[in-house]
Nanobody, 123 residues
């Protein structure tokens, strides 16, 4: 059973920064493709960023490109999302997720999910 434990998040003013962390259980984290999704108020959950097993292959949603950075530390079984230049429209519950297939933007490819963490950006 894989468990993904999220931390970080909170409230920040527009233009500020936050970092989310997602720690995975199990000895094979380096085999996982990881991603971040978010669900904004009143909207469907959407893709934010994904990272390959070695951290070389990375993909971002256009809405966060240039502002957010996904990274991972396989020695710590952790994936991160550094969020800079935050905007009110980034307000959402953010989820980390795992899949074994590859770097993907498709929610259905991910089989384990973190508990979600709230990020609120005020103007």
């Amino acid at each position: 059973q894989v468990q993904l434990g999220q931390s970080g998040g909170g409230s920040v003013q527009a233009g500020g920064s936050l970092r989310l962390s997602c720690a995975a259980s199990g000895p094979t984290f380096s085999n996982y493709y990881m991603a971040w999704f978010r669900q904004c108020p009143g909207k469907e959950r959407e893709f934010v960023a994904a990272i390959g097993r070695s951290g070389i292959s990375i993909h971002y949603a256009n809405s966060v490109k240039g502002r957010f950075t996904i990274s991972r530390d396989n020695a710590k079984n952790t994936v991160y999302l550094q969020m800079n230049s935050l905007k009110p429209e980034d307000t959402a519950v953010y989820y980390c997720a795992r899949n074994l297939k590859g770097v993907s933007t498709a929610e259905n490819d991910y089989d384990y999910w973190g508990q979600g963490t709230q990020v609120t950006v005020s103007s």
